[in-house]
Structures are given as structure tokens and as C-alpha cells.
């Protein structure tokens, strides 16, 4: 499989956001890889997004990943407690990205090690509510895949964190409202979430 190079992300949002569903995500870590399938996206445009941390290109210290290359991890804090992994699109100084909201490993080994990273024993203990809730939210993924602001601004065409292009073309692709942007004004209504 291939790595996705930063052509791919620096296009439209909404499109990359779609067709990001069903990619691998791949996470290194002491050089063993830890290999998702992508289940949910959502897109955020800073140019007339009220629910993008740049909306109206607002640069801060928090932002300034977002104005990155295409390619770029922007990794984030919410709640004071939850990492989320966005993958910045558009060109240089657009500031956009897509929000990785959900996935699922690829194998039972992948399953294995994600659970000891998240809950500390593995998936074979885990409860019938943790399984089914297993790396569904951008803080469950995160934390599955020890990812927090230290690797905020990684390229994503490393051997750190990367995704490779699976093949697959999901037809379902489900979309709906974002979720968790009460604040944003009439950008609570954009239909830009996608998942599978």
C-alpha cells in the first residue's frame, strides 16, 4: 500500500474529508506499526467555518499548525483531558483540516496493542460496552494511539504517523451536522460530517 502524499491533502476539504474514509491510518511506535481503517471525518474551513479554531484566518499559538503544508498533524486539547488529530488540507496558509473522528483496527494484533495502550490489559478483557465503543471519538483514538500535543505538527508523509491508501472505495458514505459545535452559529447546520 501506498503512503498518501501531501497532494492528496491539499485540496478541497470536504473532498479529502470524504475520501479518507476506509484509508489506513498507521501509527509507529517503538518501531512496531499500529494500523487503523478511518470510519469518520468531519471538515473544518477556517475561511467561513465559525466552528474552525481559525476561523477568519485567526492566528494563534494554538493555530498556527493550521496554516502548516498540507499533510501537516494538528494535534489539539479539548476539555482539558482529550487529544483530537486533525490532518491539514488546502494550500499553505489556508488554514483547514479534517478531524479524525472514529476508527478500527485492522487486525486482531493491531486490536490487541491499542487496547493495552488505552486501557492498560488487553482486547480480550475488554467489556461488551468497550468493545463496541473501542476508538469511536476522537479522544478514544487518540488515546488508543498515545497521541497528544507532542506530535502536533508532524508530517504526515514520516514514518511516524502516516496513511497509506487502502483500495477501498466506501458507497454508504453516511453525512450528517458535525457533532459538538453548539457555539458556531449558522456552521452548525454544514453538513460535514462523513462516516461510514
Not at 474552525?52 to 494554538?62: E, F, L, N, P, Q
Request: proline letters at 6%.
Amino acid at each position: 500500500m501506498e503512503k498518501l502524499n501531501p497532494d492528496f491533502y491539499s485540496r478541497d476539504t470536504l473532498t479529502v474529508a470524504r475520501e479518507l474514509l476506509g484509508k489506513h491510518l498507521v501509527r509507529v511506535m517503538n518501531g512496531v506499526p499500529l494500523t487503523l481503517r478511518i470510519t469518520e471525518t468531519e471538515a473544518y474551513i477556517g475561511r467561513l467555518d465559525k466552528a474552525c479554531h481559525a476561523y477568519g484566518y485567526k492566528r494563534t499559538k494554538r493555530t498556527e499548525t493550521l496554516f502548516a503544508p498540507p499533510g501537516t498533524a494538528y494535534i489539539y486539547l479539548i476539555y482539558g483531558m482529550y487529544h483530537c488529530l486533525n490532518f491539514v488540507t488546502e494550500p499553505e496558509n489556508e488554514p483547514a483540516a479534517v478531524l479524525i473522528r472514529a476508527g478500527e483496527p485492522i487486525s486482531s494484533a493491531d486490536a490487541e496493542a491499542i487496547a493495552n495502550i488505552r486501557f492498560g490489559y488487553p482486547a480480550d478483557r475488554m467489556s461488551p460496552y468497550q468493545r463496541k465503543n473501542f476508538l469511536n471519538g476522537p479522544g478514544k483514538l487518540c488515546k488508543g494511539l498515545s497521541l497528544t500535543k507532542e506530535q502536533n505538527g508532524l508530517s504526515l508523509t514520516g514514518d511516524t504517523l502516516y496513511v497509506l491508501e487502502s483500495g477501498e472505495r466506501p458507497r454508504n458514505i453516511q453525512v450528517s451536522k458535525r457533532i459538538g459545535i453548539d457555539y458556531a452559529q449558522e456552521a452548525v447546520d454544514f453538513p460535514w460530517r462523513f462516516y461510514l
